[in-house]
C-alpha cells in the first residue's frame, strides 16, 4: 500500500536529518561553550551539549511537508471531506511549535522563568483551540461523554501543559524522556494509522524518527553526547498532548472507528512521566513549595537511590512503561474508563510504595551493619594476646 511507504518515507527522512544534524549541534555548542553545567540538581558529572532539541522542529517540518508533496504528487492526498480542517490544524500546530521552540531555545541558552514558560504553553495550548482540536468527551469518565466547549477548552488547556511538563520533569537521566515519548509516538502513531488518519500517524512518526538519532547520540554517545534541553522537551510534550487531544475527539463517522476508552490510553502511554509529575506536584505543594520547584524526588531519583546505574534505572522504567500500557490494552475490552483508571492509579501508588519500602528497608541494613561495627571492634580488641 503507498500510504504505508509515505509514514515509513516519513520516519526515514527525519532520522536521517537527526544523525546528521546532531553531531554537528555537539561541535557547535562545544566550539561556543553551550553546555549543561553540574550543579547540585544534575546528575551528571561533567559539562554536556544540551541543544539537542534544535533538530527536533526543522527535521519533523520538513520530513512531513517534504512527504505531504510527494503524496499530493503520486495522487494520494487528504481526502477532500477533511482537507480544510486537516489545514487548518497544521496551520495552528505550526504556530504552537513555533511559540515553544523559541520559548525553549531561550531557555537553553540564557534560562527562562518558569511564568514566562507558562505563558508560552498557555500561547500554545490556545494555537490548538483554535485549530478545532480539543477534548469534546471524556469517554464515559464519571459518567460523562459531550461535554460543554468551553470545559474542553479548558481541559485542553490543562491537558496541553501538564502533558508538557511531566516530558520536560522526567527529562532526569539519558534517554529516559525521549523513551517514555518514543513509545507514546508509536502508539499514537499505530492507532491513527489503523483508524486511517494518516497524517496524523505521519506526524507520530516523524518526530519519532528524529528523537531515534537523538536517543542513540545522548545514551551510547560518547565524543558526541547530548542532551535535547528545554527545546526539545517543549516540542515532544506539545506534539503529544495535540495528538492525544485529537484522539479524544475521534468518534464513529463512517470514516473512522470510535476508540473505546481513549482518555486511559492517553494515560496509559504517558503512565509514568503523568503520574510522577502529579505525584511530585502534590507532595511540593503539600511541603509548602511551589510545584515547580525543583528537586530529586521523581521515579528516576527513587531508582537511583537503590543502586541503579543510569542505564538499568532507563531500562526499568521504560519496561515499566511497556507492561502498563500491554494491561491497559487487555484490561479495555472487560473494564470500562472508571475501573481502568483506578487500576492505573493503584498501580502508581504500589509501585511508589514499594521502591519507598525497598529504599527503607537497605537503610535500616545499614544502620544495622554500622552499629555491629563497634562490638566487633571490641571484640577483636578483648580477643588480641596480651604484651605482658
Not at 502508581?348 to 527503607?360: A, D, E, P, Y
Request: hydrophobic share 55%; aromatic share 12%; net charge positive.
Amino acid at each position: 500500500m503507498l500510504i504505508n511507504f509515505f509514514i515509513l518515507l516519513t520516519f526515514v527522512i527525519s532520522a536521517t536529518i537527526g544523525f546528521i544534524v546532531v553531531p554537528r549541534i555537539v561541535t557547535i555548542s562545544k566550539k561556543k561553550g553551550l553546555f549543561d553545567y553540574v550543579n547540585e540538581r544534575k546528575v551528571h558529572t561533567s559539562p554536556i551539549p544540551r541543544l539537542g532539541g534544535v533538530s527536533f522542529l526543522p527535521a519533523l517540518t520538513f520530513s512531513v511537508a517534504f512527504v505531504m508533496g510527494l503524496r499530493y504528487f503520486f495522487g494520494v492526498g487528504i481526502p477532500p471531506q477533511i482537507c480544510y480542517s486537516v489545514l487548518l490544524e497544521m496551520l495552528f500546530l505550526l504556530c504552537g511549535f513555533l511559540i515553544l521552540y523559541f520559548t525553549g531555545l531561550a531557555d537553553d541558552l540564557v534560562n527562562v522563568s518558569f511564568k514566562y514558560k507558562l505563558v508560552a504553553q498557555f500561547l500554545a495550548s490556545s494555537m490548538v483551540i483554535l485549530s478545532g482540536v480539543y477534548v469534546n468527551s471524556l469517554h464515559g469518565f464519571i459518567g460523562v461523554y459531550q461535554i460543554h466547549p468551553i470545559i474542553g477548552y479548558l481541559l485542553t488547556i490543562i491537558l496541553v501543559s501538564f502533558v508538557i511538563n511531566a516530558i520536560n520533569l522526567i527529562d532526569g537521566i539519558d534517554g529516559l524522556a525521549t523513551g517514555l515519548s518514543s513509545i507514546a509516538l508509536f502508539a499514537l502513531g499505530l492507532w491513527f494509522w489503523e483508524m486511517e488518519l494518516y497524517i496524523y500517524s505521519m506526524l507520530s512518526v516523524g518526530m519519532l524518527g528524529v528523537i531515534v538519532p537523538f536517543f542513540i547520540y545522548n545514551v551510547f554517545g560518547n565524543r558526541h553526547k547530548i542532551f535535547m534541553g528545554d527545546t526539545g522537551s517543549l516540542l515532544i510534550g506539545f506534539l503529544i498532548a495535540f495528538l492525544s487531544a485529537k484522539l479524544c475527539m475521534i468518534v464513529s463517522d463512517g470514516s473512522t472507528t470510535s476508540f473505546r476508552n481513549a482518555p486511559t490510553f492517553v494515560f496509559s502511554i504517558l503512565f509514568i512521566p503523568l503520574f510522577d509529575a502529579a505525584r511530585v506536584f502534590v507532595e511540593r505543594i503539600r511541603k509548602g513549595k511551589s510545584p515547580f520547584h525543583p528537586d530529586k524526588t521523581h521515579i528516576h531519583h527513587k531508582f537511583l537511590a537503590l543502586g541503579f546505574s543510569h542505564k538499568q534505572a532507563m531500562v526499568t522504567i521504560l519496561f515499566i512503561a511497556g507492561l502498563v500500557i500491554l494491561l491497559n490494552y487487555y484490561l479495555s475490552k472487560v473494564l470500562n474508563i472508571n475501573m481502568m483508571l483506578l487500576v492505573d492509579i493503584a498501580l502508581g501508588v504500589l509501585m511508589m510504595v514499594t521502591l519507598h519500602r525497598i529504599k527503607q528497608h537497605q537503610e535500616e541494613e545499614i544502620e544495622g551493619s554500622n552499629a555491629l561495627e563497634p562490638v566487633i571492634n571490641i571484640s577483636e580488641k578483648c580477643n588480641k594476646p596480651s604484651n605482658l
